[in-house]
Every structure is written in C-alpha cells, then in structure tokens.
C-alpha cells in the first residue's frame, strides 16, 4: 500500500448531501467532512423532482473546499438513493428535472405492469422485491406520458448522471442499476426481454459498469472552471446501501448478517449467487447488488424513523430530548408489555407518531400505554423483535445459522436498540462504524485503483480505523423473548 492516499466521497441521501475526504495512510483510513448541504423534494405542476442543478452547484463546492484543504486528491466517488433516474439527450441536457421516488404517478402503474408480465415473473428474474418507486415503474409510467422523452436519450440513474456530469461518461454503475427492478439477477445485466415487454425502448439502456473501475477523469469544462487538476473519478457501490454494506468490519471464522441501519435498517447478508424463489419473494426479500461480485440479499424493516418522528412531535410541543434520554426513560418501563408492527402502514408518514403508537395498541387489544417511557420502550421492543424474526426468516431461507449481527450506520449510536438486539436474538451485535456509507465509497475509490486488492483487505482496513463496539445477550431472559415474538408474529400477520 503506498504511505498516503485522499479521497473524495461524494454521499448524498434524501434529505441531505456531505463531501468526506478520506486519507488512507499506513494502513489506517481517516474522515473529515468537507461540506454538507439540504437536499430534499422539489415541487413543480404538482409533481415531485430532485433539482439535479442545485446538486451539482453543491458538488462542485464541495470540490472546491476539498482543493483548498488539498490538491493531493486521488479521486472522486458519488454514492446516492437508488431508483431514481435522469434521461439525458444528446447534447447532454435532461429531457426533464428528474422524478422523485415519492411521486404519485406511481400509485396504479403496478395493476398495468402486472397485467403484462407476472409479478412473480419479474422477481424470478430481477429479484428485486415490488415497491411502487422502482425503476421499472417509475419508466413504464413516464413512457405512457412523455414518449417524447425517450427520443435519442440515454437513462441514468441518479449517481450514474453526477458520474457523467464531472467526467463525461454514460453508463450505469451495476449496485445502483440493480434497484432498477430491471437487471437479470443472474446475469447482471439489463433483461432486455422484460424491458421489451414492458413496451420501453431498449436504446435508452446504456452499458452496465462493475463497481470500483474507473469512469474518467474530471471534463476540460471541469477543471479549466474549478481550477482543478484532472482528477480521477470512481465508479464506487453507488447505491449508498451497498457502500455501506462494504464497510462490514466482518469477523473472521464466523458466520455475519449485517444491519445497515438508519431511518430504514436493511437486514441482510452477502451471497455469491441470488435467491429468486417464491418463498424469498413472499418473505419480501430482495437481491442487489454488492462489490467483489457480491448480492446483498436483504429486506426492508422501519428503522430509527419511529424514534426520530417521536422525538420530532415531542420537541414541536416544546419538549428538548436527546436520544440517550429517550433510551434510558424506555428501560424505566415494563418489558415486552406494548409491542407494534413497525413495517405498518399507520407508521410510514409523518405524524403524531406518539399518538399512533397508542392508537395501535388500543387497536389491537393491547389496551392504554399508561406513560412516555412505556410509548419509547414499546417502539424499541418492537424493533428487536423485528430483527429477530426478519433474521430467523433469512436463516431459514439460506440454511444458516448466524452467530453474529453487524449493524454499521447512524443507528449504531442508540446504545439501548444494540442492546436490546443482541438480547432478543441471543447472539453477539457489533456496532459500528457509524459513517457505514462514506467508508464504503473510499474503499471502493481504494479497489478501484489498486491500492486494495479486495473487499477482504478493504474491511481490514475499517477494522483497523473504526471503533466497533461488541453487545452480548444479558443472561437470563430469553425465555420471555421467545414468548413476546410468537406474539409479535401475529401482529405482524394481521
């Protein structure tokens, strides 16, 4: 390995944007935020777009900074949310602003999709488990409306645009293509039968590039306006779950599942080869894809989004509370006393979430929540228990047993929700690193060009750089967990 390498992490989610520089040095890897700016829906004709102008002013300051702190930088990397997409025309303008994966004009398009080619069909082939935002339906829908964008242009998907935006190149990076809903999991390419199926034009559809291979280097325009050197620039695990799942400081000799946890906790493990049966789709399990050739074999479980929307409505009534706070008032309640589905509808939007909390449980017979602390520690119960059971349903749809749960990402920090997991499932729980995603984009850059050899070297080095702290079972209660989850299983059926 040389002695010292920067690189720059371009990470933008939802709600937010950050630019980390990472230097690699003998060994050991370091973070230092450069920039971070909002990101978030931009409302137009009552639709919903990204304002893909403003995210490249952003990224572009982002750079800036980072010169000014450096002009040693290695290369640049984007990671974002997956799904979403741009049509570029031929002068490399979008035919539109990009849609937004909460646009409504998804809302039906599955009854149309379905009446063509099979849902199971669609999963036996993609693996990708059905939600309305997907790529595939997100396409189908603005085809049937606007054909006219169609026309000469090329898809790319969100990270994959930024890519072209400072090198100039049109592909489409395979993870985050691999949300699409429109990649042969077996293949890992385009389905070009179900893409013609489907009536969309198969010339949109550009080559498909493997994670950490070389896009470029920074556009003439680029660097003549940033007063730049000609940088390199990455293609990384551009769907921020797989950056995040490589950053997995694994264990050696044991067998791992891993939580990516944040607002959404995504449970999973890596396999060599996708799982596209029936049961896999009915379990509401999904394949993506990962680095080194790797499938993240995961599902979707409501993360720290109950707590965050609780904290939320508490602080909006003048009430000032930290998450520590809430864990310790939570472990002041009775155990397994209220428990919630945390996947149910009544939880996805904003709201009284306090309140819905309470409506569920009167709901479903549990009867009145007597205080505060019982709302918190039925919340953090309830999101054990669906580890539990999400982990019990993947071992047994892989035949495994897993003797330890890495959780990486923001989620890591609520000390209480680690031990309370590792209780529930009665197995080890390493927690940590935090910054799960931005790692995984500088390691990616690392394999990219070769100063990693592989994913195995790469989590060597996170392990060797990030604090990861081990929760054991407390002894003496799994019992009474065993008897809460087979209530917790009827909820969750209900």
Same mark, same amino acid.
């Given at each position: 390995m040389e002695l010292k390498k920067n690189y720059l992490a371009f990470d933008l989610g939802a709600s937010s944007g950050r630019a980390i520089l990472g230097e690699l040095s003998d060994g050991r890897l370091s973070l230092s935020e450069i920039h971070r700016f909002t990101n978030g829906p931009l409302e137009k004709d009552g639709s919903l777009f990204w304002d893909f102008d403003a995210i490249c002013r952003e990224i572009k300051t982002g750079l800036k900074k980072a010169l000014l702190k450096t002009n040693d930088i290695s290369s640049i990397a984007v990671d974002t949310w997956g799904v979403d997409y741009i049509l570029l025309k031929k002068d490399g303008n979008a035919a539109r602003l990009p849609y937004h994966y909460r646009d409504a004009r998804t809302d039906k398009t599955s009854e149309k999709v379905f009446s063509i080619v099979p849902a199971a069909h669609i999963y036996e082939k993609t693996g990708i488990q059905y939600m309305q935002l997907n790529t595939l339906y997100q396409l189908f829908e603005h085809e049937k409306t606007h054909p006219e964008d169609f026309e000469g242009s090329t898809l790319l998907l969100i990270p994959d645009a930024l +890519?072209?935006? *400072?090198?100039?190149?049109?592909?489409?990076?395979?993870?985050?293509?691999?949300?699409?809903?429109?990649?042969?999991?077996?293949?890992?390419?385009?389905?070009?039968?179900?893409?013609?199926?489907?009536?969309?034009?198969?010339?949109?559809?550009?080559?498909?590039?493997?994670?950490?291979?070389?896009?470029?280097?920074?556009?003439?325009?680029?660097?003549?306006?940033?007063?730049?050197? =000609?940088?390199?620039?990455?293609?990384?695990?551009?769907?921020?779950?797989?950056?995040?799942? =490589?950053?997995?400081?694994?264990?050696?000799?044991?067998?791992?599942?891993?939580?990516?946890?944040?607002?959404?906790? *995504?449970?999973? =493990?890596?396999?060599?080869?996708?799982? *596209?049966?029936?049961? =896999?789709? *009915?379990?509401?399990? +999904?394949n993506e894809g990962g680095l080194d050739g790797k499938i993240r074999f995961l599902t979707n479980i409501m993360g720290t989004w109950l707590l965050q929307e609780t904290k939320r409505v508490w602080e909006e009534k003048g009430r000032k509370i930290s998450y520590p706070e809430m864990g310790a008032m939570a472990m002041k309640a009775e155990p397994l006393k209220f428990l919630i589905n945390p996947n149910d509808k009544k939880f996805l939007s904003p709201g009284d979430m306090p309140g819905n909390i309470r409506d569920y449980c009167m709901e479903t017979g549990q009867g009145k929540i007597p205080d505060d602390n019982a709302v918190l520690r039925c919340v953090y119960d309830s999101l054990a228990l669906y580890f539990r059971m999400k982990l019990e349903e993947l071992q047994a749809l892989l035949g495994v047993k897993y003797e330890c749960l890495n959780i990486v990402g923001g989620g890591t920090k609520d000390r209480t929700l680690m031990q309370l997991a590792s209780d529930c499932l009665g197995i080890a729980v390493a927690a940590g690193p935090v910054e799960a995603t931005s790692i995984g984009n500088i390691i990616g850059q690392a394999m990219a060009d070769g100063t990693l050899s592989n994913l195995a070297d790469a989590r060597e080095i996170v392990r060797s750089s990030f604090d990861v702290e081990e929760f054991k079972p407390s002894s003496g209660n799994a019992v009474t967990w065993n008897g809460a989850l087979e209530k917790f299983r009827k909820l969750c059926q209900a």
């Amino acid at each position: 390995m040389e002695l010292k390498k920067n690189y720059l992490a371009f990470d933008l989610g939802a709600s937010s944007g950050r630019a980390i520089l990472g230097e690699l040095s003998d060994g050991r890897l370091s973070l230092s935020e450069i920039h971070r700016f909002t990101n978030g829906p931009l409302e137009k004709d009552g639709s919903l777009f990204w304002d893909f102008d403003a995210i490249c002013r952003e990224i572009k300051t982002g750079l800036k900074k980072a010169l000014l702190k450096t002009n040693d930088i290695s290369s640049i990397a984007v990671d974002t949310w997956g799904v979403d997409y741009i049509l570029l025309k031929k002068d490399g303008n979008a035919a539109r602003l990009p849609y937004h994966y909460r646009d409504a004009r998804t809302d039906k398009t599955s009854e149309k999709v379905f009446s063509i080619v099979p849902a199971a069909h669609i999963y036996e082939k993609t693996g990708i488990q059905y939600m309305q935002l997907n790529t595939l339906y997100q396409l189908f829908e603005h085809e049937k409306t606007h054909p006219e964008d169609f026309e000469g242009s090329t898809l790319l998907l969100i990270p994959d645009a930024l +890519t072209y935006m *400072l090198c100039g190149d049109r592909a489409c990076e395979y993870t985050e293509a691999s949300t699409s809903n429109l990649i042969d999991a077996k293949q890992k390419n385009w389905d070009l039968e179900l893409i013609e199926r489907l009536g969309l034009p198969s010339s949109v559809f550009p080559r498909i590039a493997m994670p950490c291979t070389a896009a470029g280097k920074l556009t003439p325009e680029l660097q003549k306006e940033l007063s730049c050197p =000609a940088i390199s620039v990455m293609r990384i695990g551009s769907h921020d779950t797989a950056s995040a799942v =490589a950053s997995v400081p694994a264990p050696h000799g044991k067998k791992w599942a891993y939580v990516s946890c944040g607002t959404w906790a *995504l449970l999973g =493990a890596e396999l060599d080869q996708p799982i *596209l049966s029936e049961k =896999a789709r *009915l379990a509401g399990f +999904t394949n993506e894809g990962g680095l080194d050739g790797k499938i993240r074999f995961l599902t979707n479980i409501m993360g720290t989004w109950l707590l965050q929307e609780t904290k939320r409505v508490w602080e909006e009534k003048g009430r000032k509370i930290s998450y520590p706070e809430m864990g310790a008032m939570a472990m002041k309640a009775e155990p397994l006393k209220f428990l919630i589905n945390p996947n149910d509808k009544k939880f996805l939007s904003p709201g009284d979430m306090p309140g819905n909390i309470r409506d569920y449980c009167m709901e479903t017979g549990q009867g009145k929540i007597p205080d505060d602390n019982a709302v918190l520690r039925c919340v953090y119960d309830s999101l054990a228990l669906y580890f539990r059971m999400k982990l019990e349903e993947l071992q047994a749809l892989l035949g495994v047993k897993y003797e330890c749960l890495n959780i990486v990402g923001g989620g890591t920090k609520d000390r209480t929700l680690m031990q309370l997991a590792s209780d529930c499932l009665g197995i080890a729980v390493a927690a940590g690193p935090v910054e799960a995603t931005s790692i995984g984009n500088i390691i990616g850059q690392a394999m990219a060009d070769g100063t990693l050899s592989n994913l195995a070297d790469a989590r060597e080095i996170v392990r060797s750089s990030f604090d990861v702290e081990e929760f054991k079972p407390s002894s003496g209660n799994a019992v009474t967990w065993n008897g809460a989850l087979e209530k917790f299983r009827k909820l969750c059926q209900a």
